[in-house]
């Protein structure tokens, strides 16, 4: 079992930013992608960015395009979310996901390790 940690949540005002992190127990030798999530209260976990483990190749969903970064430190088996120009809509608990095998990247069902969320607030 691959255990993941999250860190780097908290509350912020609108504008701002946050760096979360998602660290690895143990470095992986099967590695495909490693995605963020994210869940609101009363709402659906929607996708929010994944990144390919060895190309690095990113993806966004519309609604963060151009405001967050995923990025990864192959090495520290780690994936950081850069969250700028934060809204009241980003508010929620982000969740890092790790698949081994090919998946569909924006599908929560196509990840096979979840780490165990961390909140973000974004004040208006």
């Known amino acids: 079992q691959v255990q993941l940690v999250e860190s780097g949540g908290g509350l912020v005002q609108t504008g701002g930013s946050l760096r979360l992190s998602c660290a690895a127990s143990?470095?992986?030798?099967?590695?495909?992608?490693m995605g963020w999530f994210r869940q609101a209260p009363g709402k659906e976990r929607e996708f929010v960015a994944a990144?390919?483990?060895?190309?690095?190749?990113?993806y966004y969903a519309d609604s963060v395009k151009g405001r967050f970064t995923i990025s990864r430190d192959n090495a520290k088996n780690t994936v950081y979310l850069q969250m700028n120009s934060l809204k009241p809509e980003d508010t929620a608990v982000y969740y890092c996901?790790?698949?081994?095998?090919?998946?569909?990247?924006?599908?929560?069902?196509?990840?096979?390790?979840w780490g165990q969320g961390t909140q973000v607030t974004v004040s208006s």
């Open positions: 990144i390919m483990w060895n190309g690095g190749s990113t």
């Open positions: 143990r470095r992986t030798f099967s590695s495909y992608a």
């Open positions: 996901a790790f698949t081994e095998t090919r998946t569909t990247l924006t599908r929560s069902n196509g990840y096979d390790y």
